[in-house]
């Protein structure tokens, strides 16, 4: 056991199954994307074309529209994610009764898979029979006659909420860890100052948990970034294409147009951008522990 080369052996299923299912398909589709390849004229891959996808990209409004869609979902949802979950956290960051019984379920919102979320909130804002959509049509009776997945703007955020629905309290979870590492006599010294709750919290809480919120807003970016189960099951990218995330832009181009030259271009820029919120937020975690 104490022999090197034994440990690399026993890494080789590993990294056999790594480069099967993670490393072969990102060198495919990064290969591909410089290749012209429509499956509905030729089942395999055509000549190779340059940076003509990328160009393509980059000229295509569509592909502008699906990156503003993803950043506009993306800043509603971390902004409402990170917002709630440290309101829930303060809420529940005395040791009550209460508290305690509410912590331990927290995680089962996040449990819930997001295509159930998405089907489930997609029936109850169905105009005049879904749940939602009365209780909102009785406490705001203007609103009677929208229909809330037809409107461009309603339907993007409602399609926020049920992922906010699902990490708001988890980050809630990780605030209160940072809350528990806070020292009492910090607040204590602050009260005999005369400090008041809300100066208590905004000189002392919030600048103490400006690393874990960092944190939390780029992980949180990061998953919204890839989006595509609540496009999927809720809008399938409408009203129009006020929906249609960047990550259900590609799906469509492959899978409903087959152009999966193009297609390949657009996931390497997804992957891309994914790959420097990666980065930024190893950076930031990292930085943090030393």
Do not use: C
């Not at 829930?88 to 009550?96: E, G, H, N, W, Y």
């Not at 960047?246 to 820029?269: E, P, Q, R």
Request: aromatic share 16%; proline share 6%; net charge positive.
């Amino acid at each position: 056991m104490q022999k090197t080369y034994f440990r690399y052996v026993l890494l080789v299923p590993a990294l056999l199954i790594l480069a099967a299912t993670t490393i072969y398909p990102i060198a495919f589709a990064f290969v591909l994307s410089f290749r012209e390849w429509k499956i509905a004229k030729s089942p395999t891959p055509g000549p190779f074309i340059g940076f003509e996808n990328y160009q393509r990209a980059f000229s295509d409004a569509n592909f502008w529209n699906a990156l503003k869609v993803t950043s506009m979902y993306t800043v509603m949802g971390v902004g409402l994610a990170v917002g709630l979950g440290l309101a829930i956290a303060l809420l529940l960051q005395k040791p009550t009764r209460a508290s305690r019984i509410v912590k331990p379920l927290l995680i089962f919102p996040f449990a819930v898979s997001l295509a159930l979320k998405g089907y489930s909130f997609r029936f109850m804002l169905v105009p005049e029979f879904g749940v939602l959509d009365r209780i909102l049509d009785t406490l705001f009776p203007f609103v009677a006659e929208l229909n809330w997945l037809a409107h461009p703007f309603w339907a993007l955020f409602w399609m926020s909420v049920p992922e906010v629905w699902g990490w708001a309290p988890l980050i809630a979870l990780m605030f209160l860890g940072a809350l528990g590492s806070i020292s009492p006599e910090i607040f204590e010294a602050a009260k005999v100052d005369g400090a008041t709750n809300f100066e208590l919290f905004w000189h002392i809480t919030l600048p103490l948990l400006r690393p874990i919120i960092v944190i939390v807003t780029l992980l949180k970016s990061i998953f919204s970034l890839r989006m595509f189960d609540l496009v999927r099951t809720m809008t399938a990218g409408g009203p129009g294409r006020a929906t249609e995330t960047l990550n259900y832009y590609i799906y469509t181009v492959g899978f409903n147009f087959f152009d999966m030259g193009y297609a390949s271009s657009l996931a390497v820029i997804l992957a891309v951008l994914l790959s420097l919120f990666a980065l930024l937020y190893s950076r930031v975690l990292l930085g943090g522990e030393k």
